[in-house]
Each structure stands twice: as C-alpha cells, then as structure tokens.
C-alpha cells in the first residue's frame, strides 16, 4: 500500500496528501519494531518508514530509517551477496541525507559505497558500475549543493568518459540525471557556452522522457544559459514552451510559474535600462519569497 501510494505521489505537496500517508502510517502492525516477528517482516518495516519520511520530506527522521534498515541487513550474513542493490540503493540515499557532513565524513561512507562490490562474488561488473556511478552522481550533487561548482565543474570531463565507456549499464533516466548535474555544474561556473550543447540535447532528444520536475528544472537552467548569453530573441520563444509545460502539468510548483514569467518578461526588456531589469527581477524575488512560505513549495530549493 505504501509503495503504491509513493507511486502516485512521490512527494507530498499539500495537506490533503499528507492526510494519505498519516492514515497508513498510523497502521498498529507499525507502532513498534517488535511487532514484526520475522526478518523479512521487519525490513518491510523499515522500508516503509523510509518512504513515508522522504514522501513527507522529514530527512533526520529518514536517515534513522535507513540506518536501522542498514543495520538490519548487516545482520545477515547473506543478505549483500543476494541483494547487492539493495545495499547500493541504501548507501547512496544515506550519502545524500548525509550532504551537509563535513568531507571527512562524507568521504568516508563514500569509500563504503565504492568498496561494497568487494564484498560479493556475482554479477560484479554490473554491481561496481551502479556502485560507482552512484558515487559519482552523490559527489556531483553535493558539491552543487554547497555552492561549490568550480570543483563541480572539474569533474565533468572524467564523468563523461565514465558514462561512454559504461553506456549500456544506464537507463535513459540515469543519462539524463548525470547530464543534468553537468549541466547544472556548467552554469554554476559560468560556462554557459561549454554546457549549451548539452542542455539542447536533452530538451530536444529526450524531454518527453524525463520527470515533469526535471523538465522544469532543465528548461530553467536553459532560460539561465539563455538569458547570460544575451539571446534573447530564443528567450521568450524557451520561456513560453516552458509556460506551456507549466499549463499542461497542473501539479507542478508556484515557484516554476514565477521563474518562467521572469525570463518571458525578462526577454521582452531587451534593450531596456539594467535598472528596469532588476526591478523586475527584484519582483519576482519577491513572488518567490511568498511562494517559498509553503512549505510544499521550499523543498524546490
């Protein structure tokens, strides 16, 4: 019941949704560890407190979870050599519950990531190659996080080797993943022009593959190249196709509205005073700092 629930809403976005998770979560059978009688039982315990605690985004409660189920698994001597995923899956997710450690600590759960194909004896190309994309992929995210995309950036080309060499182990969601967070690196560092290509590549060859979040995200990074580069003439041709987007997509967020309004109005102003543009872009700071008080609305940040 709960996977299927976090099928159809992966995260919380309003009160009424919460109520669905708040109803299940509440079941007796999960008041308390001891309840479950089985191993089996018990990580289908775990498993669905960490999906209640991402849907409804309480990451220190999640990272509990994990923690628990990490340690429930150690406690079976088989457990990662039968279900190596698993063990791929839980460190990653820990890793970015874990984005604001310090680097010695991140660095180190990070090298149990890259280590753990060690520990198994089959299927050990397929496991090592999720297991390091992975540790790629948590490395990225984190230094973007931070704010640090100089460094971000230096890993782009090395990431991009790793990703032709292993093309076959990706699914054309993980593709897309990676290439954003290059792209997003790009931008960071102010290479617009190096990231360009990239991000014309996966609106126009993948966009209908791609969630409808990262869709708005990718779409916002390319109003961002766009707008640094001064074409402004594709500006608002971009702005009103990611407008569009917004209209069909009736779930998707006030602050992505705000932000494609900004570029659409920001691509009618060329030529205007710099003075004008930031006033305008002082206002939509303003719309987004109203939007950014529901709390449904923050987690975009």
Same mark, same amino acid.
């Given at each position: 019941?709960? /996977?299927?629930?976090?099928? =159809?809403?992966?995260?919380?976005? =309003?009160? #009424?949704?919460?109520? /669905?998770?708040? &109803?299940?979560?509440? #079941?007796?059978?999960?008041? &308390?560890?001891?309840?479950?009688?089985?191993?089996?039982?018990?990580? #289908?315990?775990?498993?669905?407190? +960490?999906?209640?605690?991402?849907? +409804?985004?309480?990451?220190?409660?999640?990272?509990?979870?994990?923690?628990?189920?990490?340690?429930?698994?150690?406690? !079976?001597?088989?457990?990662?050599?039968?279900?190596?995923?698993?063990?791929?899956?839980?460190?990653? $997710?820990?890793?970015?519950?874990?984005?604001?450690?310090?680097?010695?600590?991140?660095?180190?759960?990070?090298? !149990?990531?890259?280590?753990?194909? !060690?520990?198994?004896?089959?299927?050990? $190309?397929?496991?090592?190659?999720?297991?390091?994309?992975?540790?790629?992929?948590?490395?990225?995210?984190?230094?973007? /996080?931070?704010?640090?995309?100089?460094?971000?950036?230096?890993?782009?080309? %090395?990431?991009?080797?790793? @990703?032709?060499?292993?093309?076959?182990?990706?699914?054309? %969601?993980?593709?897309?993943?990676?290439?954003?967070?290059?792209?997003?690196?790009?931008?960071?560092?102010?290479?617009?022009?190096?990231?360009?290509?990239? +991000?014309?590549? @996966? @609106?126009? %060859?993948?966009?209908?593959?791609?969630?409808? &979040? #990262?869709?708005?995200?990718?779409?916002?990074?390319?109003?961002? @190249?766009?707008?640094?580069?001064?074409?402004?003439? /594709?500006?608002?041709?971009?702005?009103?196709?990611?407008?569009?987007?917004?209209?069909?997509?009736?779930?998707?967020?006030?602050?992505?509205?705000?932000?494609?309004?900004?570029?659409?109005?920001?691509?009618?102003?060329?030529?205007?005073?710099?003075? %004008?543009?930031? !006033?305008?872009?002082?206002?939509?700071?303003?719309?987004? +700092?109203?939007?950014?008080?529901?709390?449904?609305?923050?987690?975009?940040?």
């Amino acid at each position: 019941q709960m /996977y299927g629930l976090c099928q =159809d809403i992966p995260k919380v976005r =309003d009160s #009424h949704e919460k109520e /669905y998770f708040d &109803d299940l979560i509440a #079941h007796p059978f999960l008041e &308390d560890e001891r309840i479950a009688l089985s191993f089996q039982a018990k990580l #289908h315990l775990w498993r669905i407190y +960490t999906m209640y605690y991402y849907a +409804t985004d309480q990451e220190e409660k999640e990272l509990g979870a994990y923690m628990e189920l990490l340690k429930l698994m150690d406690s !079976s001597k088989d457990y990662a050599q039968e279900f190596p995923y698993d063990y791929v899956e839980i460190y990653a $997710r820990i890793l970015s519950l874990k984005r604001e450690s310090t680097d010695e600590e991140f660095a180190e759960i990070l090298l !149990s990531l890259r280590d753990f194909p !060690s520990r198994i004896k089959k299927s050990r $190309r397929n496991v090592n190659v999720k297991a390091q994309s992975e540790a790629i992929r948590l490395e990225f995210e984190r230094l973007l /996080y931070l704010g640090r995309f100089e460094e971000a950036s230096e890993k782009v080309e %090395e990431t991009q080797l790793f @990703i032709q060499k292993n093309k076959t182990f990706f699914t054309t %969601e993980e593709y897309i993943i990676f290439h954003f967070l290059m792209i997003y690196a790009g931008v960071g560092a102010r290479r617009y022009k190096e990231v360009l290509p990239m +991000t014309n590549e @996966i @609106i126009n %060859e993948t966009d209908s593959k791609i969630s409808p &979040d #990262h869709q708005s995200f990718i779409r916002i990074l390319n109003l961002m @190249i766009h707008y640094e580069l001064k074409n402004y003439t /594709y500006l608002k041709y971009a702005a009103d196709a990611a407008l569009r987007l917004y209209q069909r997509r009736k779930r998707l967020k006030t602050s992505f509205k705000v932000l494609f309004q900004l570029f659409k109005k920001l691509a009618k102003l060329e030529g205007q005073s710099a003075s %004008e543009m930031i !006033s305008y872009i002082k206002r939509a700071k303003s719309d987004l +700092t109203i939007a950014f008080k529901d709390p449904y609305e923050e987690s975009f940040l």
